[in-house]
């Protein structure tokens, strides 16, 4: 059974930092793109960052400089390095595993983050 799961999520204070991960079971994770995105209540769920199965990685423009994805192929698990982070940054940050060549595609539950004082 596929699972996406999501971990490292909390309550934080503006200004500080987090890193998100998301372990991936039971695909052949190399395939994958891998992603991050969020939904903040009330709004649409967005991508965050993307990141390819080589490594080429973009970003919405509302974090870049702020947020790094990254991924280890041999764990299985794709990072979200998040830091500065802002009370606009709330949301539930999914995980997110595509593949154009297995016709894939998968999500994790979400890790809640928040950030306030």
């Known amino acids: 059974q596929v699972q996406l799961v999501e971990s490292g999520g909390g309550l934080v204070q503006p200004g500080g930092s987090l890193r998100l991960s998301c372990a991936a079971s039971?695909?052949?994770?190399?395939?994958?793109?891998m992603g991050w995105y969020r939904q903040a209540p009330g709004k649409q769920r967005e991508l965050v960052a993307r990141i390819s199965s080589g490594g080429s990685a973009n970003s919405a423009e509302s974090v870049k400089g702020r947020f790094t994805i990254s991924r280890d192929n041999a764990k299985n698990t794709v990072y979200l390095h998040m830091s500065s982070l802002k009370p606009e940054d709330t949301a539930v940050y999914y995980c997110?595993?595509?593949?154009?060549?297995?016709?894939?595609?998968?999500w994790g539950k979400g890790t809640l983050v928040t950030v306030s004082l």
């Open positions: 039971a695909i052949r994770f190399s395939l994958y793109v």
């Open positions: 997110n595993g595509y593949s154009t060549s297995m016709g894939t595609d998968y």
